[in-house]
Structures are given as C-alpha cells and as structure tokens.
C-alpha cells in the first residue's frame, strides 16, 4: 500500500509541476503576438512570438486521435471570432495538424494594430475552442539578437519544424547576414545567434542576405538532410542541415526560380506512388507540384533568369490558398481566402 502511495505522490508532484522531462513547468505564457505554429512529439505545440522575440513551447495534452473523417468548416475565421468572444477584427496568421491526434490548431488575433494573440484547437467534428493559456506547462527561449522592429521586426520568427528532436527555426536577424536559421535543442536552454543564409536570387541576379525564409521544409537528399527554403519572388534554395553553425556564414543553392511577383505562403512534402513531391502554397502561383527526384543533381542557379531550374506543375483545382498542412499521408488540409477550412486529397 505503501508503495502505491509514493508511486501516486510521484505522478501528482509531476503533473503539478509539468513535463519534467521536456523542460515544462506550470505557469502562464505572456504572449505578445502568436503568428508562426509548429508541432513535436507527444502534442507538443511551439509558438512563434516575432514581438517578443521569444519561442514557446505549451504542451497540449491533446495526444489522443481524434480519428480520420475529412475536416470541413465553413467560414473558420468567423467562428475563431465567436470562440473568442468578438464579432469581427480576426486575422488567422497559422494553422498546423497535430500529428498525435489530428486536430487542427490555428494562431490568431483578435483587435487592430499587433492586436490580441490567441490559439485556437478546431477539432475534427469541426468545434473550434480557444486554448488556456492559464496555468500550462510550458517552456520559452529567448532569441538573442532579433532584427529590429519597424521593417523586419514581424520577421523576427517566419517559420519553424521540429527536426530530430531539434527546433529550426526561420527568420531576420541583426546580424550582417540577416536572414538565418537557427537550430535549437529541445528541451530549451539557449538560443544562439543562428547561422546566416546568403542565396542568389536569380529574378534579382544577385547574392542576398536581407530576405528572410518565408516558408521551409527539412528534406533528406540523398544521405544528407536538407532544409528546402523558399523565398519572396520566388527562389527554392537547399541548404544542408549540418552547415547551420552557430554563426556560421552559409550560402544556400539555387535549384529552381518560381516566378517573380509572388510569395510563397505554406510548404508539404508527401509521398504518392512511391515517388516524394514538394508542394507550394502560394500568392500569385497558386498550388505548385514538384518532384524532388531531380533536387540532388539540379543545377545551381547563378546569373540572372526568369522561371527556371527544377520543373513543377501547377494544381489548378486547389485556388485561393493561404494556409497548407498534411493532414495524413494521403489528404492535406487547406485554408482559403474565403475562410473555409477544407480536406483535400493530395495531388
């Protein structure tokens, strides 16, 4: 009896106290803005403040599958807007799966100016709830050396992915090469300065190293790991996992250019018919396809060019999309202009 006891003693301290193991403590996360989600393991949720220049991690406690029906919701921004208690003045900035249930969570805010962050959790019968951020286990890091506020302050934190057992981690910062990634260890300790990323940019026909990443991917080629960028106007750019030294200076490659004029907004990778495709969300370009079996041996573009590089296809059934996420291996889920949230087959 005795024993019984001390082992419930020890999972009631744990659970007062958070997830040990990851770093989590109880307490109450101070957002100032929630615009870029990515997911670990066990529902683990990060969030992505660029105003405060800080990365959360919350544990979500969602772990349990929430099943395989399509997730269909109509005009999601409005009821966002009525999860949180308001009519109208609600912008969603991101939206991921969950990979330990399959539940949908989406960053927003709420009010004019930086506004009011908030998480939402749409789950698969299509309720949307907005989620407590009182008295969660969680844990932040503080970014070191942001890019200042006015022109590149929102870009502080552009994109992040969960990488073996690694947060990478897209974004500005003020160092001479702005644009960096960093690679952060999970659990949280510190964050270092990031390595700086220069590329050509072949619709500009010239090296940068002010843009940030808008959207990525980590995609092994061959035996290496890559990160698969893309950029505004529009370059895909690889660029090797292992480079990424703390202040290191690396130069990506130039394996295909997009189209000028557009930005892309969401990235997957997903594998049908035994082959691995590449698929871009986009401003202007709508859905691109693009086999990643000529990414290895593609040629490095270097001077000024218009499309070029890696060939794709466009994906003229999907429109309007401003948010994309796998949702399993063979459906993807979208956002759209209008608002609605839909389950899509994948291409």
Do not use: W
């Not at 193991?21 to 615009?35: I, M, N, R, V, Y």
């Amino acid at each position: 009896m005795r024993t019984k006891l001390l082992v419930a003693a020890a999972v009631l301290a744990s659970a007062a106290v958070g997830r040990a193991d990851d770093g989590l403590t109880k307490g109450t996360p101070e957002l100032k803005s929630a615009t870029t989600l990515a997911f670990g393991p066990k529902g683990l949720l990060f969030v992505g403040d660029s105003a405060a220049a800080t990365i959360y991690a919350i544990d979500t406690g969602d772990t349990k599958s929430a099943g395989e029906k399509d997730l269909n919701v109509e005009k999601l921004d409005s009821k966002v807007a009525a999860a949180l208690g308001v009519t109208d003045g609600v912008r969603i900035t991101d939206m991921k799966v969950n990979p330990s249930s399959g539940n949908v969570y989406v960053s927003a805010t709420r009010g004019t100016g930086a506004g009011t962050p908030a998480l939402l959790k749409v789950a698969r019968d299509g309720t949307v709830s907005a989620v407590s951020l009182k008295d969660i286990p969680f844990a932040s890091v503080k970014i070191p050396n942001p890019s200042a506020g006015g022109k590149g302050g929102s870009a502080v934190i552009t994109q992040m992915a969960f990488v073996n057992g690694k947060l990478i981690v897209a974004g500005l910062s003020s160092e001479e090469f702005a644009s960096t990634l960093r690679v952060i260890p999970f659990p949280f300790k510190d964050a270092d300065k990031g390595a700086g990323i220069q590329i050509y940019h072949g619709a500009h026909g010239k090296l940068e190293t002010n843009a940030p990443i808008r959207t990525f991917v980590a995609y092994k080629i061959g035996k290496e790991d890559n990160i698969m960028a893309a950029y505004t106007c529009t370059p895909l750019v690889k660029i090797p996992l292992s480079d990424l030294k703390p202040g290191s200076k690396v130069k990506g490659t130039t394996i295909a250019e997009l189209g000028n004029g557009n930005q892309p907004l969401d990235m997957i990778v997903y594998t049908k018919g035994g082959k691995d495709y590449l698929l871009i969300a986009n401003t202007k370009h709508g859905i691109l396809k693009m086999p990643t079996t000529d990414f290895e041996k593609a040629e490095p573009i270097v001077a000024r060019t218009g499309v070029a590089g890696v060939k794709y296809e466009s994906i003229t059934e999907l429109k309007d999309v401003v948010q994309l996420d796998k949702l399993d291996a063979g459906r993807a889920i979208t956002l759209n202009k209008t608002g609605d949230l839909k389950t899509v087959l994948l291409p």
